[in-house]
């Protein structure tokens, strides 16, 4: 059984930078697509990045140029690199493994808390 756990979440003030890291396991398929999303109490979930196994990646407009995604070398890892963080980023994160033929996520992990104060 496949399960994605993230860590890194936790307070930090406007300006700052937290990285978050994600590791799926319980299998041995490489996921072509791992992905990081946030959401915040009353809205949908947003992608923040997604990044696949080619290096190729895609994110949110909000946060181009603040957030970066990469792979780790140990298999189904990822990470977030969150810098110059504002307050609307305060949300919890959760890290996404595969995609299915809807390009849905297919496994997720259960979420970690970032928060910016002012």
């Known amino acids: 059984q496949v399960q994605v756990v993230e860590s890194g979440g936790g307070l930090v003030q406007a300006g700052g930078s937290l990285r978050l890291s994600c590791a799926a396991s319980g299998t041995s398929h490489s996921f072509n697509s791992m992905a990081w999303y946030r959401q915040v109490p009353g809205k949908e979930r947003e992608r923040v990045a997604d990044?696949?196994?080619?290096?190729?990646?895609v994110y949110a407009d909000s946060v181009k140029g603040r957030f970066t995604i990469s792979r780790g070398n140990a298999k189904n890892t990822v990470y977030l690199q969150l810098n110059s963080l504002k307050p609307e980023d305060t949300a919890v994160y959760y890290c996404?493994?595969?995609?299915?033929?809807?390009?849905?996520?297919?496994?997720w992990g259960p979420g970690t808390q970032v928060t910016v104060s002012s």
């Open positions: 990044i696949k196994a080619d290096g190729t990646t």
């Open positions: 996404a493994a595969g995609r299915d033929y809807r390009n849905i996520p297919i496994y």
